[in-house]
């Protein structure tokens, strides 16, 4: 008695309704064969004709796709949009003939449920109204086994049992329906893998934008934090150093905000277009999303303004560059300058203002940073913490090594990224 009973009825008998076209095709050849005089061979043709087209749509992709939304909106199925990823052969031929199986199914059960409405469910209602005696002469010479058109009781019990018979038929019919629907209309396995693919990308893509929240804003927010303490113990003594290092901050809250901008434009992008972040690649769209909105990321051409801002916190940076930085990838020279910024963050959060050494080199197809610092015995360099997990994953994701830990009486940080194009994955 439940409504999702008489949404699979009405689902059912949507697939009568496309099975009357094929009925009546057929009904009519059956008259032409039966004419005398007949021209065969032509019907022949055209019948041959007629089946071509008549098996033409089961097999089409928006036939499916109707088919879909359909058992998805009557059947109460939780079926997933097709894709319209590109499948192989063999798994396009497998999807399509699962889906014109499922429609020739539709279209049978339809018909059954068309004939139960047609006659048992008509003979049901006559015989139940017939004890009110508002059928006429409807019943008149009937005769079903023992009983006649006399017994109106047993009759009447035979409509409510018949009815019972037709509603449970249909109820049967849509469950059976409802499982199906999965099986056949269900996705592919290159479906399958292109919703995991998309599922992960979308995933990379989170990941990667929190590491950039964390890199940029935690970086600002440690060098505003170090340049302000400065500033009050120095305000008396050395007017200079503060106004310089209030200059500093001004400098790295603007650049801070100005990340925190593209990061939240690249979430209201991608919410945007959610359907076109599916289809990306997480790498594509890691290389991309930058210049999407408010401007291309940092790089390590941009290495000048980073060291800046950490000596403006009194963290003397030592810089060695070998090789041209201006020639690597977008991906690797942007990710470069992330892991650069989280390591002075780190020094700066671990170890204070101490002396920094930094090395970055280019050499052949390998990029190379070096970041080392020492380490005071009375403030030893804590082991973990989010800002190295970060790093770990920037290295990981672009295929590199990386190495941390103390050398001697130094903390040192040594990464390798591939510096080719399309070496980094």
Not at 314 to 321: A, F, K, L, P, S
Request: net charge negative.
């Amino acid at each position: 008695m439940s409504a999702a009973t008489y949404r699979q009825g009405v689902h059912l008998l949507l697939g009568g309704v496309l099975l009357l076209p094929y009925v009546l095709v057929a009904v009519l050849f059956a008259q032409m064969f039966t004419m005398p005089d007949a021209p065969y061979g032509l019907l022949l043709l055209v019948l041959a004709l007629a089946i071509v087209i008549g098996a033409v749509p089961p097999f089409l992709r928006g036939t499916r796709a109707l088919e879909i939304a359909a058992a998805r909106a009557l059947l109460g199925v939780a079926l997933p949009d097709p894709t319209g990823t590109a499948e192989s052969g063999r798994e396009a031929w497998e999807t399509r003939l699962r889906a014109a199986l499922w429609f020739a199914v539709h279209l049978v059960a339809g018909g059954v449920v068309a004939l139960l409405i047609l006659i048992p469910l008509v003979m049901g209602v006559t015989f139940v109204v017939q004890w009110f005696g508002i059928t006429g002469g409807a019943l008149d010479g009937l005769r079903i086994g023992p009983l006649d058109e006399h017994d109106t009781g047993w009759l009447s019990l035979l409509g409510v049992a018949t009815l019972a018979g037709v509603l449970y038929a249909v109820a049967g019919l849509g469950a059976l329906a409802a499982v199906m629907a999965p099986v056949l209309l269900g996705p592919s396995p290159a479906e399958r893998i292109a919703a995991l693919e998309a599922r992960a990308a979308r995933l990379a893509e989170r990941n990667r934008l929190a590491r950039e929240l964390h890199d940029s804003i935690g970086h600002a927010l440690t060098v505003t934090m170090l340049q302000a303490s400065a500033t009050l113990h120095l305000l008396d003594t050395d007017l200079e150093f503060a106004r310089r290092a209030l200059q500093a901050i001004e400098e790295t809250g603007r650049a801070a905000t100005e990340d925190l901008d593209r990061v939240l434009g690249m979430l209201r992008e991608d919410e945007r277009a959610d359907e076109l972040g599916r289809q990306r690649a997480a790498r594509g769209a890691d290389e991309r999303a930058g210049a999407r909105v408010g401007g291309a990321p940092h790089g390590l051409g941009d290495l000048d303004r980073l060291v800046a801002h950490s000596r403006g916190t009194g963290v003397e940076v030592g810089t060695e560059i070998e090789g041209s930085v201006d020639d690597l990838p977008a991906l690797v020279s942007r990710e470069g300058y992330r892991i650069i910024q989280e390591s002075l963050t780190n020094v700066l959060r671990h170890a204070g203002p101490v002396p920094v050494a930094l090395r970055v080199a280019v050499t052949g197809p390998t990029l190379t940073i070096e970041v080392s610092n020492p380490v005071a015995a009375s403030r030893p360099r804590r082991e973990g913490g989010r800002g190295l997990e970060g790093i770990r994953e920037r290295v990981t994701l672009l295929g590199g090594t990386m190495t941390a830990g103390l050398d001697g009486a130094h903390w040192r940080v040594s990464v390798r990224l591939p510096a080719l194009e399309g070496e980094a994955s």
